[in-house]
């Protein structure tokens, strides 16, 4: 059905994008739309990861790192929003 890896990805992260916009409208408490967009933005960076930057083949422990950096990022934007929720 598809010709490249390049378009499955594609598909996920404009799915991605989707649950993003629908979860920001149709989500009163924001506390969950926060902690779900945050989510979905890690999925999204792990998706760009291996698949636009092609490291799906790379040794185990450059993955490793780059998702350890993703995850260090929405670590930081969660820490942001409670302190945001905080001030």
Avoid: E, Q
Wanted: proline share 2%; hydrophobic share 70%; charged share 15%.
């Amino acid at each position: 059905m598809f010709r490249d890896r390049l378009d499955m990805a594609w598909l996920h992260l404009l799915s991605f994008a989707l649950a993003t916009l629908a979860v920001s409208l149709l989500v009163p408490n924001r506390w969950l739309v926060d902690a779900l967009v945050l989510s979905l933005a890690a999925a999204k960076g792990r998706v760009i990861v291996l698949d636009y930057l092609g490291l799906r083949g790379a040794p185990a422990l450059w993955r490793g790192l780059l998702t350890i950096w993703l995850a260090g990022l929405a670590a930081f934007a969660v820490l942001a929003v409670a302190i945001r929720a905080v001030v």
